[in-house]
T-cell receptor
Framework: GAGVSQSPRYKVAKRGQDVALRCDPI?????LFWYQQALGQGPEFLTYFQNEAQLDKSGLPSDRFFAERPEGSVSTLKIQRTQQEDSAVYLCASSLVGGLANYGYTFGSGTRLTVV | AQKITQTQPGMFVQEKEAVTLDCTYD???????LFWYKQPSSGEMIFLIY??????QNATEGRYSLNFQKARKSANLVISASQLGDSAMYFC????????????FGGGTRLMVKP
């Protein structure tokens, strides 16, 4: 597609429920990133893939968070046993080249997760 | 210490006027990159402009320019001839060479353009 596509656009989960957030990057983009953006704040890095390899997961806040990109294209961010503090917008971004090019990433519109 | 500081939570500007959004950063790396992104109410992050730490000249992209003052560790965004469509959140971000491929973002500035 023309841009980075994320689904669902909105997700309401009951506390303790597992959720899966999907990211379809731009076709052919090597790098894929996940960020978490709490209300009124800037995005915070979660994890980074180069093709199917997860090269950096230092930003994942707990072992309840898991991300995968098995075929080097679509990525899924899974959150187990959701808690209220997980409520945020989850942004996915992709980049044509490996690592961070000087033109930055192309971001998706995000998935807004609300845990009730 | 905050890596990226944006001290203006909100700014108003009159349509067609210029506005400066402040950003200061903190790093001990010699090689780093600075970015500005726009986030409209629809939520996507739109890349605006990039400045490398070794770039001699200030970056410019259309109506956007980056006032890079390395000694002061500031990277202010200047928007000339503001338009109503410029109303959005603006984020300054940094990539440090020793921090892998992650971007560190500031808290953002909400810009509101008045007709």
């Amino acid at each position: 597609g023309a841009g980075v596509s994320q689904s669902p656009r909105y997700k309401v989960a009951k506390r303790g429920q597992d959720v899966a957030l999907r990211c379809d990057p731009i076709s052919g983009h090597v790098s894929l990133f996940w960020y978490q953006q709490a209300l009124g704040q800037g995005p915070e890095f979660l994890t980074y893939f180069q093709n199917e390899a997860q090269l950096d997961k230092s930003g994942l806040p707990s072992d309840r968070f898991f991300a995968e990109r098995p075929e080097g294209s679509v990525s899924t961010l899974k959150i187990q046993r959701t808690q209220q503090e997980d409520s945020a917008v989850y942004l996915c971004a992709s980049s044509l080249v490996g690592g961070l090019a000087n033109y930055g990433y192309t971001f998706g519109s995000g998935t807004r997760l609300t845990v009730v | 210490a905050q890596k990226i500081t944006q001290t203006q939570p909100g700014m108003f500007v009159q349509e067609k006027e210029a506005v400066t959004l402040d950003c200061t950063y903190d790093t001990s790396d010699q090689s780093y990159g600075l970015f500005w992104y726009k986030q409209p109410s629809s939520g996507e992050m739109i890349f605006l402009i990039y400045q490398g730490s070794y770039d001699e000249q200030n970056a410019t992209e259309g109506r956007y320019s980056l006032n890079f003052q390395k000694a002061r560790k500031s990277a202010n965004l200047v928007i000339s001839a503001s338009q109503l469509g410029d109303s959005a959140m603006y984020f300054c971000a940094m990539r440090e060479s020793n921090a892998g491929n992650m971007l560190t973002f500031g808290g953002g500035t909400r810009l509101m353009v008045k007709p």
